[in-house]
């Protein structure tokens, strides 16, 4: 047996594997491609700041905003390790307009994962030395295996998801996952390449003191979240709440779940249904909320439980320790 300290992700989960319900191995492969491409992204994520490869692409993404270079890079090494290991039948990222079909007139192609990725999340803070983050997703398909992947099998609501987790590019750069038996944060050592395990089972704490949210957005907020932010504010019991922002959504969450507190993303009069994404950002961050006693709301029900209708659609968002969330949830709800 391993020393629980000295595991590394490699060894941690072929351990785990066979705990796995649906184990095939294929799973497995699927997360060792991912542990691979994010040490490459990684490594380009550490020398933005050294070469002329930031800035924008001059190319809009899907949702009209503008495209950083390392967004594309991401992308493509992503995209690339994924369909080169062919582990997986299908991929949508946020910065595709469309979803990839993989080998998918090869019959013999019995691949029966899709993996949903928002390659490099906070991409605004790239240029400022401030930690994005890699997000990802996985789903077993609910077409045949064999045949071509189709819309069907990426629209799941997020209670089907088998795997999910992020990877933090920060001070230091970890690799956070669930496959539904709680949450485990690894730590890259840069010299060996080679993520250790850091974090066992992580566990949001019950409540929280730190919120996190735009509040330049306050005025277009609905009064329920108005009235949550001033609540938050208030001097009674252990509030004043403190507030942090970085505008990445994985490393607010990353804070929060160690230290305690709540993301909020809601919407707001200028937009309907706030601005982060059903699929590539809010289910896979609930899932590993959940997974770590903390809750994922849009105000009104679990996150996880919303049908989706389209790929890049956009859902309000509550996710942290779970007091904090149910609290708001009553705001919005009175
Ligand atoms: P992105 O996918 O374009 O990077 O946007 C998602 C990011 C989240 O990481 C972050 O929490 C949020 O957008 C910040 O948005 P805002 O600047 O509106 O507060
Ligand atoms: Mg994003």
Redesign the pocket.
Same mark, same amino acid.
């Given at each position: 047996m391993f020393e629980k300290q000295h595991l590394t992700l490699g060894e941690f989960i072929i351990a785990n594997q066979d705990s796995f319900q649906y184990s095939s191995g294929e799973l497995s492969r699927l997360l060792n491609g991912i542990r691979l491409a994010a040490k490459v992204v990684n490594h380009e994520v550490n020398k933005a700041g050294l070469v002329d490869i930031i800035g924008t692409a001059g190319e809009m993404n899907i949702?009209g #905003?503008n495209q950083q270079k390392l967004d594309v890079l991401a992308n493509e090494k992503f995209i690339q390790t994924l369909k080169n290991r062919e582990i997986v039948c299908g991929i949508a990222s #946020?910065e595709e307009d469309d979803f990839i079909s993989i080998n998918s007139f090869d019959e013999n192609h019995q691949n029966k994962y899709i993996v949903l990725i928002?390659p490099l999340?906070? *991409? *605004?803070n790239i240029d400022v030395n401030v930690s994005v983050g890699t997000i990802f997703s996985i789903y077993r398909r609910v077409t045949p295996v064999g045949t071509p992947v189709t819309l069907k099998d990426f629209l799941q609501p997020g209670k089907n998801q088998i795997a999910a987790g992020y990877i933090i590019y920060g001070t230091s750069t970890m690799l956070v996952y669930t496959t539904g038996n709680g949450v485990n944060g690894f730590t890259l050592n840069p010299a060996l390449g080679t993520f250790y395990l850091s974090h066992p089972d992580m566990k949001y704490p019950e409540t929280g003191k730190i919120y996190s949210v =735009?509040e330049g =957005?306050y005025i277009h907020f609905p009064q329920g979240v108005k009235d949550y932010i001033k609540y938050c504010q208030m001097e009674e019991g252990d509030r004043p709440y403190t507030s942090r /922002?970085i505008? *990445? %959504?994985?490393s607010?969450f990353h804070r929060n779940m160690i230290k305690g507190g709540i993301y909020m /993303?809601p919407k707001s009069s200028v937009a309907q249904n706030g601005? %982060?994404r059903l699929l590539y #950002?809010c289910n896979p961050m609930a899932f590993l909320a959940e997974q770590a006693g903390g809750k994922a709301s849009n105000g009104f029900r679990p996150i996880m439980e919303i049908e989706p209708t389209e790929l890049h659609e956009r859902v309000p968002f509550f996710c942290g320790s779970k007091k904090m969330v149910e609290k708001v949830e009553e705001f919005i709800q009175a």
């Open positions: 949702q #905003e #946020e928002d999340d906070g *991409s *605004s =735009n =957005n /922002y505008g *990445s %959504l994985v607010d /993303y601005k %982060l #950002e």
